[in-house]
């Protein structure tokens, strides 16, 4: 299954930065579609029946579609900042009372920033400037990709989480396009605050690809000091990009509050 999804994602890759637009979005959720049943699967064991997950950068909400039809009874937070993918996010789930979405970002500040679009794929939508107007030939875009901006509201995870009284969160979800450093950042200060510490997805980029490898390395870093399980990243990388699985201390997803462990 890995080396099908990784041919799968250098494909979905190359198709991001050609340039080519996409035809619909059936199609394109169709060639995702191995790749998000994957990320669903690794997070599966680790999120109970009833339990709470957050979907960070949810884009047309086909991760959570997925993990709602395996997870009937779990409940979620969507956030997508890109208002026409908030607009389909809540148009699918409609009907689903287990399901709010946000349009918003999530990170490690608050305020209002500007988001990058590359409007012939779904999926290329990042506040890395850096990345979006990457003209290496590695880049995920062309010297001649269409970059579109909107101004999009960023809030900070704890904050958001604190202000909404949440306690608890069983998994979280990542991709937001090598902005995931500091989605981590932010969530951080509420899982020393509460000790519950939940099982997260990440969307990492391979370090000699990413404009703010530095940045990216020691959110992670901090996470390990926090206590989660130490990951190879280049292990977990599908070509340029890959998700890292985090798993909180002891193997369980809540610590006793106030106490947060240190490694090992």
């Known amino acids: 299954m890995f080396h099908r999804t990784r041919r799968l994602a250098e494909k979905v890759l190359r198709r991001m930065r050609s340039g080519v637009p996409t035809r619909s979005l059936e199609e394109w959720e169709s060639k995702h579609e191995p790749l998000v049943v994957a990320a669903v699967e690794r997070i599966l064991p680790h999120l109970p029946e009833g339990g709470l ?87 995920f875009v062309r010297p001649d990709t269409v970059i579109e901006e909107e101004t999009i509201t960023l809030r900070r995870v704890a904050d958001f989480l604190t202000e909404r009284g949440i306690e608890h969160v069983d998994v979280v979800k990542s991709d937001t396009e090598g902005y995931d450093y500091a989605v981590l950042d932010g969530l951080r200060p509420w899982i020393e605050r509460t000790g519950c510490f939940p099982v997260v997805l990440a969307e990492v980029l391979q370090e000699d690809f990413h404009p703010l490898v530095e940045k990216q390395r020691a959110a992670l870093e901090a996470m390990f000091q926090l206590g989660y399980g130490r990951v190879d990243v280049g292990e977990e990388l599908n070509w340029l990009v890959g998700d890292v699985l985090l798993l909180p201390p002891g193997g369980t997803q809540q610590s006793p509050a106030g106490n947060v462990p240190t490694a090992e």
Do not use: W
């Not at 409609?94 to 679009?117: C, M, P, S, W, Y």
């Open 53 to 139: 997950f957050l979907d960070i950068g949810a884009n047309v909400g086909a991760f959570s579609r997925v993990l709602r039809e395996l997870r009937p009874d779990a409940r979620g937070i969507l956030f997508e900042p890109v208002a026409k993918y908030a607009a389909i996010c809540r148009e699918r789930f409609a009907d689903d009372d287990h399901i709010e979405v946000v349009n918003i970002a999530l990170g490690d500040e608050n305020g209002q920033r500007t988001i990058f679009k590359a409007p012939h794929n779904y999926g290329a939508n990042s506040l890395v400037q850096e990345i979006m107007h990457d003209r290496r030939p590695e880049a």
